[in-house]
């Protein structure tokens, strides 16, 4: 998972290692397995690492970023297609700017999928009172839509009004964190800048999102053994240039991701159904299977 390009051929490695192509598949398998039965445990404590927070009940903060695959998809490409003119996954992740954990995220969404929808599929955005209580909120990108528990940046031109701008310009202070994040995730697990995972089935489809789970939980477990010092490690690795070119910069027209009729009916065939307030505390954060077309969410 720390391989990127070249490197992370598989016969690259079953050279390294001893073994056949085969077995490094089915090790990879198997060590993937392993990852997403500790889901739940790696998941974020209540309140972990927000006392005395200077932003009070805004403990988390979201932003989307795209996870870049290293070929065009043989099934339904077309849905995979970015904006950045490449193929990829939207994923979603709340972080903690206090110590850069990732306490809730979104992985499932094809790349063509905007923010504002890929985010409705995260705790935040599908069950926000549960996973927020009192007057907490998370904050967000530009791409977000405000309401009682989600306050966005301003986009243009409102963000040109004085006090909009004194308020993003604080923000910011955020924003930068989650940038942080990001570059931790990728910079640290390397695969996830280019994803060497041929999606063919919808099986493949949620190998991918698996593969992106373990790298989420994989990062969480490193900050619970090594602290936040461990994560800004990799920040050179992964910078704001390399993140501008995975997803865009910020404040991209809308339009540019439109839908058109089937790229729609692509997104309802890859997003289960909303669950229950129940089904979605169970799932917490999650990552999304194309073939639960009945609402089961895959863990």
């Known amino acids: 998972m720390g391989r990127y390009g070249n490197g992370s051929s598989i016969t690259d490695v079953a050279r390294m290692s001893g073994y056949s192509e085969g077995a490094v598949e089915l090790f990879t398998d198997r060590c993937l397995d392993a990852l997403m039965s500790l889901h739940d445990i790696l998941y974020i404590e209540e309140k972990l690492g927000f006392e005395g927070s200077s932003w009070r009940e805004g403990w988390i903060m979201y932003d989307g970023t795209i996870i870049v695959l290293y070929a065009r998809p043989g099934l339904d490409g077309a849905s995979y297609y970015t904006r950045k003119c490449n193929y990829g996954l939207n994923c979603q992740i709340g972080n903690c700017p206090s110590n850069l954990r990732i306490g809730d995220y979104s992985c499932g969404n094809t790349g063509a999928t905007h923010d504002s929808t890929a985010f409705d599929e995260t705790c935040a955005g ?4 549960w996973l927020f209580s009192g007057r907490e909120f998370a904050w967000g990108d530009s791409a977000y839509t ?3 528990r989600t306050i966005p940046v301003h986009k243009r031109p409102a963000a040109f009004d004085p006090s909009n701008a004194l308020f993003d310009k604080f923000v910011s202070r955020l924003c930068v964190r989650s940038e942080h994040c990001m570059g931790a995730l990728k910079g640290r697990w390397q695969s996830l800048r280019g994803l060497r995972i041929p999606i063919r089935t919808k099986a493949d489809h949620l190998r991918a999102c698996n593969w992106v789970s373990c790298c989420i ?3 969480n477990a490193v900050l619970d053994i090594d602290g936040w010092v461990a994560g800004v490690e990799f920040l050179p690795a992964h910078g704001r240039a390399q993140e501008a070119e995975d997803r ?5 027209p809308l339009d540019i991701c ?3 009729g089937y790229t729609k009916q692509m997104v309802r065939y890859y997003i289960p159904s909303a669950g229950s307030a129940g089904e979605v505390a169970r799932a917490r954060s999650r990552s999304i299977s194309p073939s639960s077309q009945s609402g089961e969410t895959a863990l």
Do not use: I
């Open 248 to 252: 865009g910069e910020r404040d991209d």
């Open 258 to 260: 439109q839908y058109d």
């Open 217 to 219: 939980l994989m990062h």
């Open 146 to 148: 405000v309401n009682a």
């Open 126 to 129: 599908a069950d926000p009172d």
